[in-house]
C-alpha cells in the first residue's frame, strides 16, 4: 500500500505552515466562510427579496420540518444520486479494465469517453434536450428512417422516463472522470503482484477481484465521495429540461433551494435549506469514508 | 502512439500474441465493444456539429434529417454577431478562467505543499473546512457572496468573478496537491535538506517539477469550471460589455420565446465545448500521469 | 536522470513568471478600461459613466428585447451623439438579477421590465415618479392604457410602455380551407374552436388540429386567459388575490383537455417547455395556434408564404378578449442621469421610432394615436392586433411571479394537472386555489 510521505518539517511550524496557507486562507474567508456565516445569519430571518427582514429564530427550520415537497425532493435526489454515482462508477471501472492495455484504439476510446467531461452541465442539459425532442431530434429522424409507425417516444413525459433520460445523460457526462481515476488507480499496481499471481496459478478474474479490486479503494473513495456529493447536488439538467415536471415530479433538493429563494423569494429560508443540505452531505461523506475504509480524505 | 491520445504507462503482463481462434474472437469482441463504446459517447457531440452546420432553418426540420444538406457556416456567423459580438464574450471567459487559473493554482500548490510537509495547528481543520466547499448548494449563497464582492469592491469585474471561482475549485486543486506532495519519495526531500535547502528552496526547485503534472491537472480542471460557470457570472456582472460566454450564450437561448433557433443553439454548444476540447486534447498526456500522483497514492 | 529535473525548472521558472506578469499586466488592463462604461469598484454611484458629463447611458432589458434595444440605441446615438449601452439578462433570471441589484441599490439609468411584474416593483420604490415629466407630453393622454395603469400607485406615474403585445388566436388558411371551413371566418365561440380544430385534424397525416405547449404555464396563460375573460371569469380578484376556482377558469381548463384527450395536438406537445411553441405551425402542420401579436414577425421570416388568419381569443358563448403584456420602462432612483434617461424614453415614444423603428418591424406601438400608420396599414395582421387593443387587459396582481410565472407554481402545476395529468379539473382548480392562498398568506 502506498505510504503517507510525511517528512520532517522545516522552520518552525506553525509560522511557515501558516505563511503557506495564507492564499487559500484568505480566498477561503472571503468567498467560504464569510457568506456561510452570512447565510447561516439569514437563515434565522424571515428575508424577502424586497422588502422588511424580520427575526424569527428557527422558524425555517421548523417549516422545513413541514415541508412536503422538501421531503419528495430530498427522496428523489437520494434515489438520482445514488443510481447516478453507482451507474456512474461500475460504467467508468468496466471502461478502466477494458481500456487498461495499450492496444491500437484504447487511447482513443479513452479521450472520447473523457470528452463529455470536459464541456458545462448547462451545455449538455440543452444539447440532450435536443437529441431527445420528439420533433426535431435524432431520434425523431431515427424513427423516420426506419420508416416506423406511430411517433417516436418522448422520453421526458413520465417520471420514470425523465428520471432514467436523465440518469443516462448524466452518466455519459461524468463516467469519463470515473474512468480516468480508476484507470490510473489500476496502472499504479505493481506488475510484480500481479505477475506473481497470475505464476501461482490465479487466472484473470481471481487476480481483479483479489488484488486490484482491494488495492482500487482509495481511488474508490475519491471517486464515490466527488460523484455522490456533485449528484446529490444536482440542478441544471432538471431545471433546463424538465422545469421540474411532471407536476413536480423531478425536483431536487437544490432546485427546491433556487425555487424558494429566487421564485418565490424566501431568503432566509432558502438560506435555511441550503444548511441543512450542507450538514447532510458533510454527514453521508464521513460515513461513505468510513464504509471506505478512510481512503483519502484523512490527514 | 500519437501524442493527442492519452498514453498510459505499461501495466500487468504484456498481452502475449497468440494466433488462432480464441484470440481471434477477443480481437473482434474488444474492437465491436470498443467501436460501440466510442460511438455511444461520441454520438450526442457529433451530432451537435453535424446540426451546427446545417443552413439556416434546417436544423428545425421535423423529421429532422441527418446530415446537412450542405456545409453551411451560418448559425456560427450569427452566433458571431451576436450581442456586443462573439469575440468580446469569448475575450471575457477567457480573462476570467486564465485569472481563476492563476488564483487556484497558487493557492493550492502553497497549501497543498503545507498540509503534505509542514506541521502546523490548525492544518486538520483547515484541510476540512476546504473540503466542506464543495459540499454547498452555491445558488445559496450566492447572494452572500455578491455582498461580500460589494464591500471588497470587486462587483461586476471580472477578477472578483475569478477569484470566487478559484475559491470553488480548491476543494478538488487541494486534495489533488497535498496527495501529489505527499507522492514525492522522501530520499529526494531529504537529500535536499542535506544540501541546506530551505522549506522555499525544497518547494520550489526540487518539488514542483515533480508535481508539476498535478499542477497541470489543477489547472485544466479551474479552467473547465470557470468557462463554463453561468450563475455566479449572472449575479456578480451587470455590464453586458463584460459577460462570459455562457451568459451571453444563456441569453441567445432565452431570447426567443417559441422560435428556439436549433441551429444557432447547437452551434452555442459547439462555440462553448471546443474550446475546452482542444485545451484538454493539448493537455492531456501531462493531465493523465498527473491525476496518477494525486489521487492513487493516499 | 535527477540532475536533469533540477535543472529544467530554472527555464520553466523563467517563463511561469513571465506568463504570471502578463496576466498581471492584463488583469489590470481590464479592471482599468472597463468596457460598458461601468466603473470597476464603487458599486451604488449609479452606473452611468464616473467620468462625469453624460456621454453615456445604461439601460437593462431582458434577452427577448436585446436586439430590439440595440437598434434603438444605435439610432440614438446616431441622433444625438449620446451612447446607450445595453445589457441584457435572461428572461428566466430577470426578476432575480434585479431585485439582487435594487438590494445594493446598482442600478442602472434606464430600466425595462416585463410589465407583469411592474406591480412587484412599485411596492419598494425602485422607479422615480414620472407623472409631471409624462404630463408634460403632447401624447401624455395617447399612451396605452393597460401599460399605464400597471406603472401607476395612487395616481402617481412611475413607467411608460414599451412594445405591448396581445395575445391572438393564429390559425392556418390553407388547412381551413382544405378541410372545408371558412378559411377567413374568426372562431366566435369555444365550441367552434373545437370543431374546428377537429376537422383540420380530420385531415390525418402529420397534420394536428390545435397545438399548445404542454409543459409551460407561463407560455399558455398568455393566450388562454383571456378565454376565460371572454365569458365573464378570471385568474384573480380586483384586488389582485387568486381566484383559481372561478367557475370560467375551470371551464376554460376542460377545453383544452377535451382538446388533448381527442388528440388533436401532436404527442411531442406534451414535453414542450415553450421552445416548440411556433415550430410545427410554421411548418404548416397546425390548424389552430393560440399565440401573440409577438410571432407575427416570427412566423412571417420563417415561411413567408404562409396564408395565417389571426383574432383575439373568444369567449365561451361571443364576445372576445386579449391580454395585452409587454414592456414598461422606466428610470430608477438610483441613476445619476435622469434627465438624460428621460430624453431619451421620450424619444423612444416619439412619433418617428415608433413609426419608423417599432412599427416597420411588425411590431405594435404603444400610442393610440399612432395605432393607423403606414406599416399597420399595409400588413392586415398587424392591423386585427392593433384594433383588439381596445379589449386587450393586463392581469394586475403583487405575486403574478409566484403564482403564474413559477414552472413550478400554483397555475403551471394546474394547468398540466388538468390537460395531461389525468386530474378533475374542479378539484385540481380547488386545490390549486389553496396552494395560491397559501403563496399569498406565505407573504413575501
Not at chain 3, 411553441?277 to 410554421?282: D, I, K, P, S
Request: glycine content about 8%.
Amino acid at each position: 500500500m502506498p505510504v503517507a510521505v510525511r517528512g520532517r518539517s522545516l522552520g518552525r511550524p506553525s509560522v511557515v505552515g501558516g505563511a503557506y496557507a495564507l492564499p487559500a486562507t484568505v480566498l477561503l474567508i472571503l468567498f467560504f466562510i464569510a457568506p456561510l456565516a452570512m447565510t447561516a445569519v439569514m437563515s434565522l430571518f424571515s428575508w424577502p427579496l424586497f422588502g422588511e427582514r424580520s427575526f424569527i429564530g428557527v422558524a425555517n427550520y421548523e417549516t422545513a420540518l413541514h415541508d412536503a415537497q422538501l421531503h419528495r425532493a430530498v427522496l428523489f435526489t437520494v434515489a438520482f444520486a445514488v443510481v447516478t454515482t453507482v451507474v456512474s462508477v461500475a460504467v467508468g471501472l468496466l471502461l478502466a479494465m477494458f481500456l487498461q492495455v495499450e492496444r491500437r484504439g484504447a487511447g482513443v476510446i479513452r479521450t472520447l469517453v473523457f470528452l463529455p467531461v470536459v464541456i458545462g452541465m448547462a451545455t449538455a442539459s440543452f444539447l440532450w434536450l435536443y437529441l431527445l425532442n420528439g420533433q426535431v431530434g435524432p431520434v425523431a429522424w431515427l424513427w423516420a428512417a426506419l420508416g416506423l409507425d406511430g411517433t417516436p417516444p418522448l422520453f421526458l413525459d413520465s417520471t420514470a422516463g425523465a428520471f432514467v433520460s436523465i440518469v443516462v445523460m448524466t452518466v455519459w457526462k461524468s463516467t469519463g472522470f470515473s474512468m480516468l481515476l480508476l484507470l490510473l488507480g489500476i496502472q499504479a499496481i505493481p506488475q510484480q503482484l500481479l505477475e506473481a499471481a497470475s505464476v501461482d496459478g490465479a487466472h484473470y478474474w481471481q487476480r481483479q477481484r483479489r488484488i486490484v479490486l482491494p488495492l482500487l479503494r482509495p481511488t474508490f473513495a475519491l471517486v464515490a465521495v466527488m460523484g455522490l456529493t456533485q449528484n446529490f447536488l444536482v440542478f441544471d439538467q432538471f431545471f433546463l429540461m424538465t422545469r421540474g415536471g411532471p407536476s413536480n415530479s423531478t425536483i431536487t433538493a437544490v432546485y427546491w433551494i433556487y425555487n424558494r429563494a429566487f421564485m418565490n423569494y424566501h431568503l432566509g429560508y432558502g438560506a435555511a435549506l441550503a444548511l441543512l443540505v450542507l450538514a447532510v452531505l458533510v454527514v453521508v461523506n464521513l460515513v461513505q469514508l468510513r464504509l471506505l475504509g478512510r481512503g483519502g480524505s484523512d490527514e | 502512439m500519437s501524442d493527442h491520445v492519452m498514453t498510459l504507462p505499461r501495466s500487468g503482463p504484456a498481452p502475449r500474441r497468440r494466433r488462432g481462434p480464441r484470440a481471434a474472437t477477443a480481437t473482434v469482441l474488444y474492437w465491436v465493444t470498443g467501436v460501440v463504446v466510442a460511438a455511444a459517447f461520441a454520438f450526442p457531440l457529433v451530432w451537435a456539429l453535424l446540426t451546427a452546420l446545417k443552413p439556416r432553418g434546417e436544423a428545425a426540420a421535423a423529421p429532422p434529417t441527418a446530415l446537412p444538406s450542405r456545409l453551411s457556416m451560418t448559425n456560427f456567423s450569427r452566433l458571431w454577431e451576436y450581442g456586443v459580438g462573439l469575440d468580446v464574450y469569448l475575450a471575457n471567459s477567457l480573462v476570467v478562467a486564465a485569472v481563476s487559473v492563476v488564483a487556484t493554482v497558487i493557492a493550492a500548490v502553497l497549501l497543498g505543499y503545507a498540509l503534505a510537509h509542514v506541521r502546523f495547528r490548525g492544518a486538520g481543520l483547515l484541510f476540512a473546512l476546504v473540503i466542506a466547499v464543495m459540499m454547498v448548494p452555491f445558488p445559496a449563497m450566492i447572494i452572500a457572496v455578491f455582498q461580500v464582492l460589494q464591500v471588497i469592491g470587486l462587483y461586476n469585474s471580472l477578477i472578483g468573478l475569478a477569484l470566487v471561482y478559484a475559491t470553488y475549485q480548491l476543494p478538488f486543486a487541494v486534495f489533488l496537491m497535498r496527495n501529489a506532495f505527499r507522492a514525492v519519495p522522501t530520499a529526494m526531500r531529504e537529500a535536499a535538506v542535506l544540501d541546506g535547502a530551505g522549506t522555499v528552496r525544497t518547494l520550489w526547485s526540487v518539488m514542483l517539477p515533480i508535481v508539476r503534472p498535478a499542477i497541470i491537472t489543477v489547472g485544466l480542471f479551474a479552467f473547465i469550471a470557470a468557462w463554463n460557470e453561468f450563475f455566479a457570472a449572472l449575479i456578480v456582472l451587470t455590464d453586458a460589455g463584460k459577460f462570459t460566454l455562457p451568459l451571453a450564450l444563456m441569453n441567445a437561448q432565452t431570447g426567443n420565446l417559441g422560435t428556439v433557433d436549433w441551429g444557432a443553439q447547437q452551434a452555442g454548444v459547439i462555440v462553448a465545448s471546443v474550446p475546452v476540447m482542444v485545451l484538454f486534447l493539448f493537455l492531456q498526456r501531462y493531465y493523465v500521469r498527473g491525476i496518477a500522483e494525486g489521487a492513487v497514492k493516499s | 536522470m535527477r540532475r536533469r529535473t533540477v535543472e529544467r525548472p530554472r527555464r520553466s521558472l523563467r517563463s511561469t513568471i513571465a506568463t504570471v506578469g502578463l496576466l498581471a499586466v492584463a488583469m489590470v488592463g481590464q479592471a482599468a478600461c472597463s468596457n460598458g462604461g461601468t466603473p470597476g469598484p464603487g458599486p451604488s454611484e449609479g452606473s452611468a459613466a464616473a467620468s462625469g458629463g453624460v456621454g453615456e447611458l445604461t439601460m437593462w432589458v431582458r434577452a427577448a428585447n436585446e436586439g430590439k434595444s440595440r437598434e434603438l440605441a444605435a439610432a440614438y446615438e446616431e441622433a444625438t451623439g449620446i451612447r446607450v449601452a445595453v445589457t441584457a439578462f435572461p428572461d428566466d433570471q430577470y426578476v432575480t438579477r434585479l431585485a439582487t441589484a435594487a438590494s445594493t441599490g446598482d442600478l442602472p439609468d434606464v430600466l425595462a421590465t416585463d410589465s407583469a411584474y411592474m406591480p412587484r416593483f412599485l411596492e419598494p420604490n425602485i422607479f422615480a415618479d414620472l407623472t409631471d415629466r409624462v404630463a408634460a407630453l403632447p401624447f401624455a393622454d395617447e399612451l396605452f392604457e393597460p401599460l399605464m395603469d400597471v406603472s401607476t400607485r395612487d395616481g402617481r406615474v412611475y413607467a411608460l410602455p414599451r412594445d405591448p403585445g396581445n395575445s391572438m388566436v393564429l390559425w392556418n388558411k390553407d388547412l381551413f380551407r382544405e378541410a372545408g371551413i371558412d378559411p377567413d371566418a374568426a372562431p366566435t365561440t369555444w365550441a367552434e374552436m373545437l370543431e374546428s380544430a377537429r376537422a383540420v385534424d380530420a385531415l390525418g397525416g402529420d397534420v394536428s388540429g390545435f397545438y399548445f405547449p404542454g409543459n409551460c404555464g407561463v407560455c399558455n396563460v398568455f393566450p388562454w386567459l383571456p378565454l376565460v375573460w371572454a365569458s365573464g371569469g378570471d385568474l384573480f380578484d380586483a384586488e389582485g388575490r387568486p381566484t383559481f376556482d372561478d367557475p370560467e377558469v375551470v371551464a376554460a381548463l376542460e377545453l383544452y383537455r377535451t382538446i388533448v384527450q381527442e388528440g388533436l395536438v401532436p404527442p411531442s406537445a406534451q414535453t414542450d417547455t415553450g421552445s416548440d411553441w411556433m415550430t410545427a405551425f410554421t411548418a404548416g402542420k397546425v390548424g389552430i395556434l393560440p399565440l401573440g401579436s409577438f410571432g407575427i414577425g416570427t412566423i412571417r421570416e420563417a415561411n413567408p408564404e404562409m396564408d395565417m388568419g389571426i383574432a383575439p381569443l373568444p369567449g365561451r358563448e361571443g364576445g372576445s378578449a386579449s391580454f395585452v403584456g409587454g414592456d414598461v420602462i422606466g428610470i430608477p432612483l438610483a441613476s445619476a442621469h435622469p434627465d438624460e434617461a428621460w430624453e431619451f424614453i421620450a424619444w423612444t415614444l416619439s412619433d418617428e421610432v415608433q413609426i419608423d423603428v417599432v412599427a416597420a418591424s411588425h411590431e405594435l406601438v404603444a400610442r393610440t394615436d399612432l395605432v393607423e400608420n403606414e406599416h399597420s396599414e399595409a400588413d392586415p395582421l398587424v392591423r386585427i392586433a392593433n384594433d383588439a387593443l381596445a379589449v386587450s387587459r393586463t392581469p394586475q396582481s403583487v405575486f403574478y411571479q409566484q403564482l403564474v410565472v413559477d414552472a413550478n407554481g400554483p397555475f403551471s402545476t394546474l394547468f398540466y394537472d388538468v390537460t395531461y395529468g389525468g386530474a378533475d379539473p374542479a378539484e385540481a382548480a380547488a386545490a390549486a386555489q389553496r396552494a395560491a392562498l397559501d403563496v399569498v398568506g406565505a407573504g413575501e
